[in-house]
Structures are given as structure tokens and as C-alpha cells.
């Protein structure tokens, strides 16, 4: 019978072992997706371990039975995950501390082969060519909102704007930004 | 086209592979499901049968009267009692992980500064979970039934050896942080090496943190009261931290 990530991950609820297979199936493409929205492998790998941490906490919640329904769980995990990060500044690590899991060094051969792999070079290329492609004003806002992490009150200053405006002209920059960045997560691999 | 090689998935990928073989070797939540239809008296048979057979308890029948679990020490406050809580609460000066500390651990035992922290966090799933933070990279965990299985009518329950940091298991003197939980009236506990003298934690209030020589078999533990009665022996020889020793640098041979 087929090991698909569905089933494996539905079987690792009674068979804890099965879950190697899930961490078969996800873990480059988890890695790359958060590499991709982080740029920092450190943090990429403390939130894939993470993830896989909280999947496995978790796994007798998982409900589906298809490779689709794992995937949505498991992307809804690392989104949660990421949008942490985001507001926090640091990666939630309970579930990794909680299993005692010891988070490997990072070589720079890895370092080398997961640029490589998530496309950063083409990625940073884009973002890039957005960022100029942004009007003036949205430009500025973003640049001392988030390059120069001003509170959004000197941002309004600055710019002579009302606050309101200021984090409307942050958000639809963020927004046009977010478009390159392919957010849709990948297939998983499947194994048998 | 083979895809580059990443090491550090690998190295996370064994790490997760001996989580689950753990959690594969001691399944307590499939046990409750095998037993979760099953009257309490078989449930309680069972966790008897099952704690004699497994955790390697001696003979040594507790000699008062009336028993009090080491789960008694837990169970009001994971009920939500907070007027008689466990250990003492956290300081600045205690390096508790992180999850500790936002969960408001609190601190059972502490030797050269590794602790044997405890938090309960509440759960919808399985009620409220109790895990013992082993130093701070390690980490046991369950619900108070879970629990009181085994600490049923036991004064001493060993948790096991920790780590000092993460990747960080034998200090530069060769020793390893070894835990255990104890009943309230337990107040030393010896710790027994197949040869040579012997390591003692006294003041021992709910739990203990015992730095053992990695360089040594163990043979056994021993908890003790406070007119020096034997309460109870446990096993600890399958512990074993020789081989990792020889790994570790400075930690030769004594």
C-alpha cells in the first residue's frame, strides 16, 4: 500500500514511527518555504523543527484522511509559526523543548544548498525590482517603517501624514511586495 | 536529477525518529485507550501489574500505613489549588527555559544550577498536563492520571537524566544531571554505583537533581526519611552514560 503523507500522518497517530514519513514528505519544502519568508536559515530550521514538533504533538487531532487535508494542517501550523515570528521577533520553541528535540548545527554547505534551493538570489532580484517599482510615498513609508523600525507615529510625522494614512501606505506596499513572493505552498513529496 | 543533500534535515529527521521510538516504547496514551472503556479497578490493577514489571521497583514495601503518592504532591495544584503549590516559585537568578516561565513553572530541585522545574498547562483535549522540565533542553510531560499511574504508592520515581544545554549532556567534570520526583515524607536520596562511594541529595523536598558521575555504572537509587528509613530502591543500571563520556571531551576515565 502507498505511503502518502495523508496516511502517514493519520497512521502516526497510533504508530508514532509513521511519522518519519511525514518528516520524509515535508521537511525540504517546509524548510524552503520558511527560508523563503525569513532569509535566515537559523530561523528556518528552529521553525521547521517547530512545526514538525507541533505536528507530532498534535497528531492525534489531525482529522483527514487526504494528502490535501495534510497539507492544509501542516501549512496551517507553519503559518501560525511564521505569523509569530512576524509580530514576536523570535520563533516559538515550546513544542521542540517541550520533546527535547537538540536542533542541529547548521553547515555551510547547507547554508550554500538551501539559498540555492529556495531561489533567494532570483527572490531578492524581485523584491527588489518591486521595491522600486513602489511609488514615492509608498516607498518611504515602508523604508522607515520597516528598514528603519520607526512607530508608526514618526512615520506620520515624517511624512506629514495622519497615522491612519501612513499604515495604509505601509500596507499596500507590504501587499505589492507579498505578490512576488510566491506564497502558495509546494506539493509534498511523496513516498512508498 | 538528485536534489542536494541538506544535513541538518537529516540530523532533525533522527532527532525526530528517537522521539517517536520514545514515545513508540511507551505508548500511555494508546494504554488508556486500551483501557479507557475498562472499570477503574482494572485500570488500577493494570498500572500495578505494569509498574512492577517495568520500572524495576524492589521489593521494599513502604512501611507507614498510609501511603501518600507522590502524585498527591501534584494533584491539588494541577486541579487548579494554588494554596499548597509544589517546589518553590522561579527567580531571576534560575536559568528556567523559556516555556517554563511563561507557563509559571516552578522550580522542584536545583543542583549547580540545573533544575528539575514542573508546569501544569491547561488542555482541552487531555484536562491539565503536568511536565517536568529536565534541566533545560529535556522535557516529560502528561495528564495527572497519566501521572498518577506511576507514582502510584510509589516515594521515589525517577525521570531521568537530563541534559545542562541543549547538545550539552556531561559537564567538564564528567558529570550528568540525574532527576527524580520523591513523595512529601522522602528526604534524602543515595544514589549507588556498582563500585566506589556513593552520591546523597539531602534536604530533598518533592524532587531532586543528583550530579552522577558519567565515568561510573549506576546501580541503584535509594530514598530515604528523616529518621534515615528505608523507604524505597529503584534500579538505575540501564542508565548508562559511559559510551556518551568517551565521546565527550575531558571526560576521561577516573
Known amino acids: 500500500m502507498a505511503r502518502t503523507p495523508g496516511s502517514s500522518l493519520r497512521r502516526a497517530s497510533r504508530e508514532p514511527s509513521a511519522f518519519a514519513d511525514v518528516y520524509s514528505a515535508y521537511s525540504r519544502q517546509l524548510l524552503i518555504f520558511f527560508m523563503r519568508r525569513t532569509f535566515d536559515l537559523e530561523a528556518a530550521r528552529d521553525l521547521t523543527a517547530e512545526t514538525f514538533a507541533q505536528a507530532f504533538r498534535d497528531r492525534r487531532r489531525f482529522r483527514g484522511r487526504s494528502d490535501r487535508e495534510a497539507d492544509a494542517w501542516i501549512y496551517g501550523i507553519a503559518r501560525n509559526l511564521l505569523s509569530h515570528y512576524g509580530r514576536k521577533g523570535r520563533v516559538e520553541r515550546k513544542a521542540v523543548e517541550r520533546l527535547g528535540i537538540q536542533l542541529p548545527s547548521i553547515g555551510v554547505g547547507d547554508y550554500e544548498r538551501v539559498v540555492e534551493l529556495a531561489g533567494l538570489a532570483e527572490l531578492r532580484e524581485r523584491v527588489s525590482h518591486a521595491f522600486a517599482d513602489l511609488s514615492d510615498d509608498q516607498r518611504l513609508a515602508l523604508r522607515l517603517r520597516v528598514i528603519e523600525e520607526l512607530p508608526y507615529a514618526e512615520v506620520a510625522e515624517t511624512l506629514r501624514v495622519s497615522e491612519q494614512t501612513a499604515r495604509a501606505r505601509v500596507s499596500r506596499a507590504l501587499r505589492r511586495l507579498t505578490d512576488v513572493v510566491d506564497l502558495t505552498p509546494p506539493s509534498p513529496e511523496v513516498t512508498s | ?254
Not at chain 2, 56 to 85: H, K, M
Not at chain 2, 102 to 111: D, K, M, N, P, V
Not at chain 2, 223 to 236: F, I, M
Open chain 2, 1 to 254: 536529477v538528485t536534489e542536494p543533500h541538506i544535513q541538518l534535515l537529516d540530523d532533525l529527521g533522527v532527532e525526530f525518529a528517537r522521539v517517536a521510538a520514545n514515545h513508540e516504547r511507551s505508548p500511555r496514551r494508546s494504554r488508556r485507550w486500551v483501557f479507557g472503556a475498562a472499570p477503574r479497578r482494572v485500570l488500577v490493577i493494570a498500572s500495578c501489574a505494569l509498574a512492577l514489571v517495568v520500572c524495576g521497583t524492589y521489593a521494599v514495601p513502604p512501611t507507614r500505613a498510609a501511603i501518600e503518592s507522590i502524585a498527591d504532591s501534584f494533584a491539588g495544584w494541577v486541579a487548579g489549588d494554588d494554596d499548597q503549590p509544589p517546589g518553590r516559585a522561579l527567580s531571576g537568578g534560575n536559568a528556567a527555559p523559556d516555556w517554563v516561565r511563561e507557563q509559571g513553572g516552578r522550580l522542584i530541585a536545583e543542583t549547580d544550577g540545573v533544575g528539575l522545574y514542573v508546569t501544569r498547562v491547561k488542555t482541552e483535549e487531555r484536562g491539565t498536563l503536568l511536565t517536568f522540565a529536565l534541566g533545560n533542553s529535556v522535557s516529560v510531560g502528561g495528564n495527572i492520571d497519566d501521572w498518577r499511574e506511576r507514582f502510584d504508592r510509589h516515594a521515589l520515581i525517577v525521570l531521568g537524566a537530563g541534559q545542562l544545554a541543549p547538545q550539552v549532556s556531561i559537564d567538564e567534570r564528567g558529570r550528568f544531571p540525574l532527576f527524580g520526583v520523591t513523595a512529601r515524607w522522602v528526604t534524602s536520596v543515595k544514589l549507588v554505583y556498582e563500585e566506589g562511594s556513593s552520591l546523597t541529595a539531602d534536604d530533598v523536598d518533592g524532587g531532586f537533581v543528583l550530579m552522577a558521575d558519567a565515568r561510573r555504572p549506576l546501580r541503584e537509587l535509594i530514598a530515604h526519611d528523616a529518621a534515615g528509613q528505608e523507604l524505597e530502591r529503584r534500579d538505575v543500571s540501564h542508565i548508562d552514560m559511559r559510551d556518551l563520556c568517551k565521546q565527550t571531551p575531558g571526560c576521561a576515565a577516573p
